[in-house]
């Protein structure tokens, strides 16, 4: 019997599992033994890790195996979960952008839209969203499961293929050309209607879903403290509207301000020389695990 104390968490393998695994170290929780077992452990007596194929997270959810998960809103629609979807996790495997599942033909193929294949053959690894895909734009043709590789079954095998690309420069390297997106997809963090019937299991999913989305707001910025002269107050937030809303303190010196705030990282090295024009002074710049709204 399992402990009702206790959440199920389904986190991907494969190509997520690192930047999953950094995501979760980053809203607080350390996970070890990651690539040696699918039950890794962490340092919360709540939680139960499972690392699962994507593919398969929103079927477990759905049916109750596991109480929440991260996976891809794609395998989410691809298998026809019924899951409760608590919030979308913006990042991918190598870049912040979304995944794409695209319909892909030879450079030189006349196949122009998805209309061209009309009695033809596709290969996809998602073949129930190639289906509803073809099924929206009035197109019957015949869609074929892919085990992988899946691009190089064009055009000896298959018409087009259904591939899932982040860049598109895989698919460039191997010249193909992209007609039409099927869907772009993001993670989502799920969990089963099970779970979110149960009040300590769905106060603890939102506490998760808190702290995992305040470390997905963190990226790229940083929180920037300094002394600057009272006098200077107005001309810095003028002339730097970067620094909206500041968290302004009085120092026992009337004549000089705290001033700190949260700013994109990348324009610190644009910001500091003017504030050190302005008279600042003590300037810290600082990393952000976390930002919680």
Known sequence: MSDPNKLKLGLPSGSLQEPTLALMERAGFC????????????????????????????RYVSQGFLDAGITGRDWIIENGADVEYICELPYSRATNKPTKWVLVVPEDSPVKSVHDLEGKRIAAEAVGLTQQYLKSKGVTAEVEFSWGATEVKVPELVDAIVDITETGSSLRANNLRIVDVLLESYPQFVASRAAMADEWKAAKIRRLAMLIKGALDARGKVGLKMNLPKNQLDTLVKSLPSLRRPTIAHLTDEDWLSVETVIDECVVREIIPRLKELGAEGIIEYPLNKLVH
């Open 31 to 58: 996970i070890s033994g990651a690539s040696r077992s699918y039950r890794p452990a962490v340092d919360d007596s709540e939680l139960e890790i499972r690392l699962l194929r994507a593919q398969e997270i929103g």
